[in-house]
């Protein structure tokens, strides 16, 4: 089971919420949590394979092969709109 | 009141606003080689992709927002002719007019400093993990993209 932080935009496609908890199989990488959020919520998971939103593992970027364990702290980060 | 100099006062994201002189005077403290100090501030502004805007709300994702300013600012101390570098960012409940971010950079001639406080501000906006709602008469619109 990982958590998942979504923030921005992201919340109002998951029904508000600001945390996802997602059971994933021993040795899982971040594409199998993309996989299993595209059959979960198909317009987040849309995001993500076009690559407009991006997964952070540990606060920094993560790769589709970035191994995930429980501990992980993983955000998905839609589009920065920091500035003025 | 003595100016603090810790390097954690030259990266900040804080919800209360902030000081213009104070921050300026922080960073002109820091060494009495600099002769140019080039800042960007930018404020929050009433519209937006053609449509009126009320008042906005900035998100940032607590940590990493942090990293990100402190990388942009050791960046921009080892890649331009500088002497110091300030990046501030706001978050929360944010009015029509109030500050958001400043860069402030101090260096020993203009080019310099006018340089790096662009490349800062440009850099903020790819790199940092922050977020801004805005609020219009046509709803609560989380904005996607910034020139």
Same mark, same amino acid.
């Given at each position: 089971m990982v958590q998942v932080r979504l923030f921005g935009m992201l919340?109002?496609?998951?029904?508000?919420?600001?945390m996802l908890e997602i059971p994933l199989p021993d040795g899982a990488q971040v594409k199998d949590l993309v996989d299993v959020l595209h059959a979960q919520?198909?317009?987040l998971g849309e995001l993500l394979v076009q690559k407009k939103v991006v997964v952070s593992v540990n606060q920094d970027i993560a790769h589709w092969d970035t191994a995930l364990v429980e501990s992980d702290e993983i955000a998905l980060l839609p589009p920065f709109a920091g500035g003025a | 009141?003595?100016?603090e100099t810790e390097a954690s006062m030259l990266v900040r994201v804080q919800q209360e606003n902030f000081s213009l002189d104070q921050e300026l005077e922080r960073v002109r403290a820091r060494s009495t080689r600099i002769g140019g100090i080039a800042l960007f501030l930018g404020t929050a502004r009433d519209h937006s992709k053609g449509h009126d805007v009320s008042s906005m709300t900035f998100e940032h994702y607590e940590g990493m927002a942090q990293k990100k300013?402190?990388?942009i600012r050791e960046r921009a101390l080892q890649d331009f002719d500088i002497i110091e570098a300030l990046v501030l960012h706001r978050y929360g409940p944010i009015e029509i007019g109030e500050n958001i971010v400043l860069?402030?950079?101090?260096?020993?001639?203009?080019?310099d400093a006018f340089k790096a406080c662009q490349w800062c501000i440009d850099e903020?906006?790819?790199i940092t993990p922050i /977020?801004?709602?805005?609020y219009t008469p046509q709803g609560?619109? /989380?904005v996607e993209e910034h020139p």
């Open positions: 919340k109002t496609l998951v029904a508000g919420v600001s919520y198909p317009d | 009141m003595a100016v300013l402190k990388e860069i402030i950079v101090g260096a020993e001639h203009r080019a903020l906006k790819k /977020w801004k709602m805005e609560d619109v /989380w």
